[in-house]
């Protein structure tokens, strides 16, 4: 008697064989395709360079070196992944419970050139940001909001900051500390707000959240004869205006220039009317760093512009170049669509010069210092800008051998509450250049660069 077995639809060896040729063949094809199909060398939608197909050697290939690279080439160029990430994002968007604000939670805080490499995704319920905290204290913020967190709001991205008054104390003493170096220059202290004290509602931030108790620490504890130039009054009084990006954490030209009058303000100097000035827009929108850190949808919907004004009087800016030991002609405006646009973006030491006088001013700045540079030459016949983070420097030799009369600090809240920024400052007053290094020197300026200073 023959057993009952179920009637199976299982293929034969030929169809088996038909279904893994198939099977091989997509990924062959899809191998070739993705190898030989023109990738972007930087993404849109995430605001980042794509990581380059790496160098073969056969040293890298023995120690694993090419493979793993080769793999972190194809997870960023493989085929449709620009459309994958959005719609990725598009599905993490549908999920939760929507109060209107998002809570964006990264493993590192929001630094220029700063990779973040993941991420979580909350929805902030207001109750849960309600308790009471004493207004007059300043101390590291609680876990939803530490300073690598971002919370978008009303089609803004804001960075949840959580600075302390041990950092805020340790970066007034290391200003205090130039002024005791040097007795005889006038000091300058600027520190840029961001935007959470003014458009993030009370309920959503503590006390330690508030940058301006921050700001007003670090004032209290500078020496009295630094010049505390005053950006945040200034900021405070115009923030109906385009200030500060909405998908980027730096502030535009607008914003600049209302820090820039702050400055003149507390330092006893006129400033420029803003319609003294060629005030310029560029076409291309963008898309900034804390969008490509989110990839919230409501700022894809809100890109941002750039907006720059073109000085009233004649200026160049050079770049120095550490390889030819040179300065080159660069421009004040780069017409680049983002932040980049202003002096060509972050380089280790860019000079300013013109006609008004014969002062010179060293500005010790981070990125947000790039906007607001080319106002203050206004008031500086020779202005140089270092960035702290890239320059290498004996700031007492460069001091005597350029004829400095003034330094100036000019700062975001973050950097401020960085260790790493007091750290650099003092580190400039005791490094040694190695002796093939002229940093401190003021070299020729190379004339091969035809490069014009206002696109």
């Known amino acids: 008697m023959e057993e009952n077995r179920p009637n199976r639809p299982w293929p034969d060896n030929q169809t088996g064989l038909m279904y893994s040729a198939f099977f091989v063949s997509v990924l062959c094809i899809g191998g070739l395709f993705s190898l030989l199909a023109p990738s972007s060398e930087v993404s849109e939608i995430e605001n980042r360079r794509l990581v380059p197909f790496p160098h073969f050697s056969a040293i890298s290939l023995f120690e694993g070196d090419f493979t793993d690279s080769l793999d972190l080439y194809y997870s960023d160029n493989f085929p449709i992944r620009e459309e994958l990430v959005q719609l990725a994002s598009g599905i993490k968007d549908l999920g939760g419970y929507s109060t209107g604000i998002k809570y964006y939670e990264t493993a590192g805080g929001v630094e220029d050139e700063v990779e973040i490499k993941e991420e979580k995704v909350k929805v902030v319920k207001p109750d849960s940001l309600k308790k009471p905290v004493k207004k007059d204290t300043v101390k590291t913020s609680p876990d939803y909001a530490k300073s690598s967190s971002i919370i978008v709001y009303e089609n803004r991205a804001i960075q949840l900051f959580s600075g302390t ?54 004032r209290e504890h500078l020496d009295s004869t630094v010049i505390f130039g005053d950006a945040y009054s200034e900021i405070a009084k115009h923030t109906d205006r385009y200030i500060y990006f909405n998908t980027d954490h730096h502030w535009t030209g607008l914003g600049a220039y209302y820090a820039y009058r702050g400055f003149c303000k507390s330092a006893g100097l006129d400033p420029y009317e803003l319609n003294q000035f060629e005030k310029k827009k560029l076409k291309r929108k963008f898309l900034g760093s804390l ?64 006609e008004v006088n014969t002062e010179k001013l060293l500005i010790i700045k981070d990125s947000f210092g790039n906007a607001v540079a080319p106002y203050i030459a206004l008031h500086f016949g020779t202005v140089y800008v270092m960035d702290y983070r890239y320059y290498d420097v004996n700031l007492p030799d460069f001091v005597k051998s350029n004829g400095i009369t003034a330094i100036m600090f000019l700062h975001n809240t973050f950097a401020v509450n960085n260790k790493f920024t007091s750290y650099r400052g003092r580190y400039f007053l005791s490094y040694k250049p190695k002796a093939d290094e002229k940093p401190e020197e003021d070299v020729k300026v190379q004339e091969t660069d035809t490069v014009t200073n206002h696109p």
């Open 291 to 354: 969008y490509g850190i989110t990839l919230d949808k409501r700022l894809r919907d809100v890109k941002d512009s750039v907006e720059y004004y073109r000085l009233p009087i004649p200026a160049k800016a050079f770049r120095y170049n550490k390889d030819s030991s040179r300065f080159e002609k660069t421009s004040l405006f780069s017409n680049v669509a983002n932040y980049a646009n202003f002096l060509g973006g972050d380089h280790p030491l860019v000079k300013i010069e013109s």
């Open 165 to 218: 008054q041990e950092t805020a104390r340790r970066y007034a003493e290391m200003v205090n500390l130039y002024r005791q170096t040097f007795d005889s220059l006038k000091i300058y202290c600027v520190i840029a707000p961001t935007p959470i004290d003014f458009y993030l509602p009370k309920e959503y931030k503590k006390s330690s959240n508030y940058e301006k108790n921050n700001i007003e620490f670090v």
